[in-house]
């Protein structure tokens, strides 16, 4: 069955890079994001790859896809205070279906 | 303002007692989602809409029914509440699937 999985919890100090995984296990997902969740909040879209792609990379953010390990990762350059919060990553279309398959989230908290 | 709202925010039950949480967006979007948020579980999707009268299951539909009869609204129904419901649950929408999903504020439900 699909499954994504991410460690629960990051800290890093202010400065820092951060980098965040996944792992995901169906492979023919054609789309896999990285959404943001500040506390109280709904999640927001961070970025998003195409799974043709190695690497995606959009100011701080720079997304890489590892096909063969079913591997993704979302770094984040010059951690601020803001970037606190919940990060999901998530796949749509396993086994040509429409459905959405999230990890469990990974709460970055950053120090100042 | 382009935005998904659900209704109510926040709500207490008791077993059994029948409820709907309505969720509506104005973004003309053809897919629409429910999810349920747990700790430690992540998101997880109950129902999704590709369009009118299209409706399939994720990944946790038991317990819970939904209805697209007008593309802009996706009631999520549940006809006799238990306990194991009690999470925080979250609509939202996109122009199409694989697109960025925009997330309704939440509705936390508790059922005693």
């Known amino acids: 069955g699909e499954d994504v999985e991410q460690s629960l919890f990051l800290s890093v100090r202010e400065g820092d890079s951060s980098v965040i995984n996944c792992t995901y296990t169906?492979?023919?997902?054609?789309?896999l994001y990285w959404y943001k969740q500040e506390p109280g909040a709904g999640l927001q879209l961070l970025t998003y790859?195409?799974?043709?792609?190695d690497m995606k990379q959009d100011q701080r953010l720079t997304v890489l896809l590892n096909k063969k390990d079913k591997h993704l990762s979302l770094r984040i350059a010059d951690t601020q205070t803001g970037d606190s919060a919940i990060y999901f990553c998530?796949?749509?279309?396993?086994?040509?279906?429409?459905?959405?398959?999230f990890g469990t989230g990974t709460r970055l908290k950053v120090l100042a | 303002e382009a935005q998904v709202t659900q209704n109510p925010r926040y709500l207490i039950t008791v077993t059994g007692k029948k409820l709907t949480v309505t969720c509506s967006q104005n973004?003309?979007?053809?897919?629409m989602s429910w999810y349920r948020q747990d700790p430690g579980l992540g998101l997880r999707q109950i129902y999704y809409?590709?369009?009118?009268?299209?409706?399939d299951k994720g990944d946790v539909p038991e317990g819970y029914k939904v209805s697209r009869k007008e593309k802009r609204n996706f009631p999520l129904i549940l006809e006799s509440p238990s306990p194991n419901q009690t999470s925080l649950y979250f609509c939202?929408?996109?122009?199409?699937?694989?697109?960025?999903?925009?997330f309704g504020p939440g509705t936390r439900l508790t059922v005693l």
């Open positions: 169906d492979s023919s997902s054609t789309y």
């Open positions: 939202a929408s996109s122009s199409s699937a694989g697109n960025e999903q925009f």
């Open positions: 973004m003309n979007h053809e897919y």
């Open positions: 809409s590709m369009n009118v009268e299209v409706t």
């Open positions: 790859i195409f799974s043709n792609m």
């Open positions: 998530a796949e749509v279309g396993p086994s040509g279906t429409y459905k959405y398959i």
